[in-house]
């Protein structure tokens, strides 16, 4: 009889010792699973991010193509000539208006210090 209590007692310590080694086992397979779902779900975030960049970019890719073809063309270079040089085409007719800014800075009285030279100095 103590052959048999002696099994049942070595039986009961292994089962209980590999439930705690499974027990061990899942926790770190807990563990792992964890860490894992965390960089899948700071993946996911950073693509999202991504995903909205890439739009903003196409938009300006857009936007820049838009620019460019308008800027290779002829009214693009006329509007820059007319703008910078003061240029028409021929037989055009350009009006010039004069606002009450213009009219105030002419009036101004201004007095100018006289030019002094240097070797004034010394005397």
Known sequence: MIVGSKHKLI???VTRLL??????????????L??????????AI??????????VLESKKHELEERL???????SFE???R??????KKGEQVVVI????????????????????WYKFWR
């Open 11 to 13: 039986r009961l310590i």
């Open 19 to 32: 439930i705690v080694v499974v027990f061990l086992l899942c926790l770190l397979l807990a563990k792992v």
């Open 46 to 55: 950073k693509r999202v991010d991504i995903e909205n960049e890439r739009g």
């Open 98 to 117: 004069v606002g009450e800014d213009n009219y105030k800075a002419e009036n101004l009285d201004i007095e100018y210090a006289p030019k002094r030279s």
């Open 34 to 43: 964890w860490e894992r779902f965390h960089v899948m779900h700071e993946a």
């Open 69 to 75: 073809e308008y800027l290779g063309s002829e009214a």
């Open 79 to 81: 509007a820059k000539i």
């Open 83 to 88: 703008e910078n040089f003061d240029m028409i």
